[in-house]
């Protein structure tokens, strides 16, 4: 399976990366006068630092297994930890395979790019990606089906709720119908990675000349569209999910060494649905 060819289209390079340096300047300017507020009062004179073991193990619950809300809601928890690592996953994927191009053209890379990209590594691409991006559809369709089918009384829904969710539906299934039509095109050998699209490929020959307009257009609509979730993320709720449990964990480590009742056991506090 080594040294096949990927399936080249055409795409306005120029055109985008203009659109990324705008749109990852105007979140990074508008995030950090974000946490500029968010960070007033956590500093406490007086208080000892504790170590980084103890500062690890906070942060690890905190941010990345979110202990506080898996002590709410066993079913809200799961469902965040779907769409926060499935979002994780892919943003790590798209960087780890968009900026090592710069430095492959130069030689500078040790072949990692070829590697991944046409080699033997391409299958690890292939399953990461499906898997992450499984996890967040499946995510984003229970969140979807908990919101509108059996929404608690508590629950509303807002315009900025709809939107949001709608937004990354949108970019979760845009992702795959463009990986499905692309699969369309290279042998079935190659495919068979992507298990999720490779059962959406549909059936018959379709030549690269039909194709690649569709190619391109759809991947406008959804790379521009990332590029409008980075613009649209730090006014959406979608911050406070990433903010949050930072925030949480920057807190906690500060009134555990004040030994209030913030951090207890897990096993003490019976997780709800």
Request: net charge positive; hydrophobic share 50%.
């Amino acid at each position: 399976m080594t040294g096949f060819s990927l399936v080249d289209y055409p795409k306005p390079w120029f055109l985008f990366w203009s659109a990324v340096v705008l749109a990852h300047g105007y979140m990074d300017y508008t995030l950090c006068r974000k946490w500029r507020t968010w960070k007033r009062g956590m500093k406490e004179p007086g208080v000892p630092r504790g170590r980084w073991g103890r500062t690890g193990r906070i942060w690890l619950a905190e941010v990345f297994l979110q202990r506080q809300l898996f002590g709410l809601s066993s079913f809200r928890w799961l469902i965040h930890l779907l769409i926060f690592f499935g979002f994780l996953g892919l943003a790590f994927l798209s960087l780890s395979t968009v900026l090592p191009r710069p430095l492959a053209h130069r030689g500078l890379d040790g072949g990692l790019t070829q590697h991944f990209l046409q080699g033997e590594g391409y299958i690890f691409i292939k399953i990461w990606g499906d898997s992450f991006g499984l996890a967040l559809l499946v995510g984003l369709v229970i969140a979807c089906v908990r919101r509108f089918l059996f929404r608690s009384a508590q629950q509303n829904n807002n315009q900025t709720d709809v939107l949001l969710l709608v937004f990354l539906l949108w970019l979760s299934l845009s992702g795959f119908l463009l990986e499905v039509l692309r699969l369309s095109l290279v042998p079935a050998e190659i495919a068979r990675y992507s298990f999720v699209e490779r059962l959406f490929i549909p059936s018959g020959s379709y030549t690269p000349e039909v194709l690649k307009p569709w190619l391109t257009l759809l991947w406008i609509f959804h790379s521009f569209s990332g590029l409008a979730l980075l613009v649209y993320l730090p006014h959406s709720k979608l911050l406070h999910s990433i903010l949050s449990p930072l925030v949480i964990a920057m807190n906690a480590r500060v009134e555990q060494e004040r030994k209030d009742i913030y951090w207890p056991d897990i096993a003490k506090h019976k997780a709800t649905r």
